[in-house]
């Protein structure tokens, strides 16, 4: 594929993610008032500080979480979990791009199933394990 069709479909695969990374901006923009930072790498907006922070250990189903992705957005705790999770999280952002609006409802799906059927709905998430496998 040409440079030119590269391009087009890389615009795709963010304007596909956009409603997530629109979520994920909305909640990173409001984390600033509370101390947060920002930072863009590549094509990912990236938050981190004392908002973020507070959401991640706030918000439902991630509470606890070092960093967090929606869309072409991350948000974690400290600068020191935005480096160590960037690997993992920069998995997510493809994932969202795959799959689009449909990510997070098919995320949860699996994380319902998993957590009804006695598995871990975090670890053995088959998203998960793609990012953390793929980000060894």
Sequence with gaps: MNRLGRR???G??????SPWTLFGLTIGLLTLLGGGRVQRVGRVIEFWGAGPAFFLRTF??????????????VL?????????????????????????????????????ALWLAGKHPYFDNPFEREAFEKSK
């Excluded at 795709?12 to 993610?17: D, M, R, T």
């Excluded at 439902?60 to 957005?73: D, E, K, N, Q």
């Design 60 to 73: 439902p189903l991630i509470r606890g979480a070092s960093a967090v992705t929606f869309g072409h957005t």
């Design 12 to 17: 795709l695969a963010v304007f596909w993610a």
């Design 8 to 10: 087009l479909l890389a």
């Design 76 to 112: 974690a705790r400290d600068w020191e979990c935005l480096e160590s999770s960037r690997p993992h999280e920069l998995v997510h952002v493809r994932q969202y791009e795959r799959w689009g609006p449909g990510f997070v409802p098919v995320y949860l799906f699996w994380w319902a």
